[in-house]
């Protein structure tokens, strides 16, 4: 299950098939095969091997695809870290995972700098940029110059070998490096293509974060099956609706604030879209209100994964979306679910509990902490976190976070519950909502919205407008917070502790 294998292979057996579209760069196999052999060769020239730690602090660029693949042939491993990540956080995870060589761009050059001094592990030949560059750093353009786009030497890579260590979002507390082996990543690509109908005739557009991992829910199936990959720099909802147009694409993700950008765009209409064979949710719940608006626009493209990177999903298939519409579906081939109570006892039908599930794709660990590791993964079981059901046909209703959840005079108040209410206004675009300390009931919600129009609804009258359609008293919110845009991660997650932290009460 040596990831390293694919690309070599589609270079040889369809060399001229379109691989890889960046900006105006369009790559064959065999081109990007090319390129991506003098990556390997250059890493190794440069001292690193099997097993060592790459970082990338990159946005989406072609030397961002050709590291990843060039770790697949030589079986050093990938650690993608977020742009976004702040000096503290950067060299944290930097010494965490163990790294011995840094690429990044000249944007970010000046933080490098002032945390170089911080990794002594880290050479001083061993900080790239990919762009140009500035005494202290070394180019990549010089990194990889004199090296030969011939095949590396052979690594030796097993299915337990790492290929990666994903960082998660650190959304719900310490980020944890979640280590991905070839094997793991090998069936990422036969999996979900699979699942998804992806083919090698197939047109796939990215336009998120290669850094999050819901980005290799098509970027493996690429690989493994050789068809063809769009890479857009940064999401641009306007980008995105004229490419599927024009390059006739026919698998997008997206997290579900692309969804709401792109179905609220001038741009948009269905026909554009038409090509679509899949258009599939990921990282966070997509409200019902836009489930909808997808499954009536564009019906029959419709897939949602629910998911964690440690290695647990359900599917909602396109076909199950019209009678399901309002689930995450269910646990794909050689998966297994169960939803438990504080004790570990399974619950019923219908009652819910903490989502817990093992199958082929869960991580082996945490990088280097057995003590999260075994939190997390109990007597086989990955424990998801989140809160769900089941239906009597065994589909997957997500509730919430068990951390999301508002306590609120004793009783168990879910945000999502909330939210599905308060999205339904005409003049809401986004909501997510939290609790917040209260003397009284010792917690309260509170609903931040993003609204279509500026001063389009005021804060009371919309807060009267969600409590008199929840289902309960105790779903009432205390309060409306009205932002122009929710603060969020690399992978495009609403950050819903820094709106705590940035609530003020009236």
């Known amino acids: 299950m040596n990831i390293g294998t694919l690309l070599p292979r589609h270079a040889r057996y369809r060399p001229n098939h379109v691989a890889l579209v960046f900006g105006d760069e369009r790559l064959t196999f065999r081109e990007l095969n090319a390129r991506v052999n003098r990556v390997a060769n250059a890493l190794l020239a440069a001292g690193l091997r099997k097993g060592d730690k790459l970082a990338t602090v990159l946005p989406n660029c072609l030397p961002m695809v050709e590291i990843y693949w060039a770790a697949a042939k030589t079986g050093i491993v990938v650690v993608p870290q977020s742009p976004l990540l702040q000096e503290s956080g950067l060299v944290s995870l930097l010494d965490a995972s163990d790294t011995v060589m840094v690429v990044s761009t000249t944007a970010f050059a000046d933080t490098l700098d002032g945390i170089r001094g911080k990794l002594p592990a880290i050479r001083n030949d061993r900080w790239i940029l990919v762009d140009g560059s500035r005494p202290g750093f070394r180019s990549y353009a010089e990194l990889i110059g004199a090296a030969p786009d011939t095949e590396p030497p052979d690594a030796g890579l097993t299915d337990a070998d790492p290929y990666n260590i994903i960082y998660s979002s650190g959304t719900t507390g310490e980020p944890k490096g979640i280590v991905h082996t070839h094997y793991i990543r090998s069936l990422y690509g036969f999996m979900c293509g699979a699942l998804f109908r992806i083919h090698p005739e197939s047109v796939i557009l990215h336009s998120g974060s290669l850094v999050f991992n819901g980005a290799f829910i098509t970027f493996m199936p690429w690989m493994a099956l050789g068809c063809t990959f769009i890479l857009h720099k940064a999401f641009d909802a306007g980008a995105v609706i004229e490419d599927i147009a024009r390059s006739r694409v026919t698998h997008v993700v997206m997290v579900p604030s692309q969804i709401v950008a792109v179905l609220n765009h001038p741009a948009f209409t269905p026909a554009k879209l038409g090509s679509l064979e899949m258009w599939q ?29 440690e290695g647990f999903v359900t599917v909602l298939d396109r076909e199950d979306a019209p009678r399901k519409l309002a689930s995450v579906g269910v646990p794909p081939p050689h998966y297994e679910m169960r939803i438990l109570d504080d004790q570990n006892r399974d619950v019923p039908v219908g009652a819910v509990g903490e989502i817990c599930g093992r199958g082929p794709l869960m991580m082996p660990g945490y990088y280097k902490r057995p003590d999260l590791t075994a939190k997390a993964i109990v007597d086989g079981w990955l424990h998801s976190g989140d809160l769900g059901y089941v239906d009597e046909d065994g589909f997957l209703y997500l509730v919430d976070r068990k951390k999301d959840m508002i306590i609120s005079g004793g009783v168990n108040v879910y945000p999502r519950d909330i939210e599905e209410v308060a999205v339904q206004h005409p003049a809401v675009r986004e909501v997510a909502v939290f609790g917040v300390t209260d003397p009284k009931w010792g917690e309260t919600p509170i609903a931040a919205v993003v609204l279509r129009e500026p001063g389009a609804v005021s804060r009371s009258a919309l807060t009267d407008w969600i409590n008199a359609r929840v289902g309960a008293k105790f779903q009432r919110v205390s309060d409306v917070m009205i932002v122009d845009d929710f603060p969020r991660n690399i992978a495009g997650k609403t950050l819903k502790r820094v709106l705590q932290e940035q609530y003020t009460r009236p």
């Open 281 to 309: 949710t990921v990282g966070a719940p997509l409200h019902l209100e836009y489930k909808q608006r997808i499954h009536e626009l564009l019906p029959g493209r419709f897939y949602e994964l629910y998911g964690l990177t």
